[in-house]
C-alpha cells in the first residue's frame, strides 16, 4: 500500500505563483510524497482544502483574518508564517529593530544596521538633513512594504541637487550608505535550510567622487545600475561607480558561513517566521564589520540556486513535523 500523498496549499499573487511554482518544483515534491495545492484567495480559505499545511503571501487584512480562523478551528494545519508575524516586516522604519537586538556568537563579526531615519509628512527634507547631520549619499526607501512595485523602488541620493529631485512620497526612510565593494549578500532561510549568494551592488563612493560629480547625476534609480552597466558611457560619473562590479562579485570572499547561519536562525526565532531573506553588506573599511539592511517575507526563492531541492526538504520537514505532533496528541488522548 503506497504512503499518502501530504498537501501543501500555496496563496501567492500570480505573478509569484508563476515563478515560484515551476514543473520543476512540482516534480520533485511529488517524488517526496507531496502534493502542492493552488489556493484561490478570492474564494473562502474554509471551503479549500483539505491542507496539511498552507504557505501564502497575500496581503490584506480579509486573508489574515481568514489564516487566523482556520488556525483556530484546524489546528493541526500548519500555516506558514502566522500574518501577525509577517506585519512586522511590512514597514522599514521597524524592521530592523530585531537585527539590533539579536544575541549570537559572532566570532571576530560586528553586527549591525546603517544608521536611518524616517522623514514624516511633517518635515522639510532639506532641513532634515541638516538638523540630523545625514552625510551624503544615502538610500531612501518607501516606509510601507506592501508587495507594490512603488514599495520596493529605492534610490541612491548623492548631493541636495539629487535631494532636490527626490519624488518619494513621505513618509520615506533615509539609511546611510555603507561602502561595501560593490556586492551584496542574499541569505535565504527556508525554515533551518539557509543558503547564502553574492549579488552585484554599487561600488563604494569616495569623497572625491561626490565632489567631482556634475549637478545632474545627483540621483540615481537602483534598478538603473543594470541599465547603466549595459550603456557604457564612459562621460557618465555614475558609470565609472559601475564598470567592474562582476569582477568585485566574482572575487569577494563569502562571509563565514557560521556567522551567517547564526545570523539566519537568531533572526527566524526572534521573528517567528521561516521563509524570509535579509541582505547583508561587509563595511569596506572592516571586513569584520557586517550590516543587515533589508529583510524580506517570501522573496523570489526561484532566484536560489538548487530551490527545488530546498524547498522539498524544507515541506517533508514539517510535514515529518506534523506528524509527529499529532501521534503525541493521540498518545496523550
Known sequence: MSSPMYRIGYALSPKDG???????LIDQAKQRGIDLIEIDP?????????????IHKIYGSDWNNQVQQLSLHHPNVVVIDPPEAIDHLHSR???????????????????????QRVLEESEN???SIDEIGFKFPFIAKQVSVDGSAKSHE?????????????KLKKPFVMQEFVNHGGVIFKVYAVGDHVKCVKRKSLPDISEGTL??????????????ISNLIAKSDSSSEVEGYIS???????????????????LANGLREAMGLRLFNFDLIRDSRDGNSYFVIDINYFPGFAKMPEYESVFVDFFCDVVEEKRRNVELEAKDN
Open 18 to 24: 508563476q515563478r515560484f511554482i515551476q514543473n520543476s
Open 42 to 54: 478570492t474564494k473562502p480559505l474554509a471551503q479549500q482544502g483539505p491542507f496539511d499545511c498552507i
Open 93 to 115: 522604519a521597524s524592521m530592523l529593530d530585531v537585527v539590533t537586538s539579536l544575541k549570537i556568537p559572532q566570532g571576530n563579526q560586528t553586527l549591525g544596521v546603517p544608521n
Open 125 to 127: 527634507l532639506v532641513d
Open 154 to 166: 529605492m534610490f541612491l541620493v548623492f548631493n541636495e541637487n539629487g535631494l532636490k529631485k527626490l
Open 211 to 224: 565632489n567631482n560629480m556634475a549637478p545632474e547625476e545627483g540621483l540615481l534609480l537602483f534598478k538603473q
Open 244 to 262: 567592474g562590479v562582476e569582477k568585485l562579485v566574482e572575487e569577494a570572499e563569502m562571509p563565514p558561513s557560521e556567522f551567517v547561519t547564526a
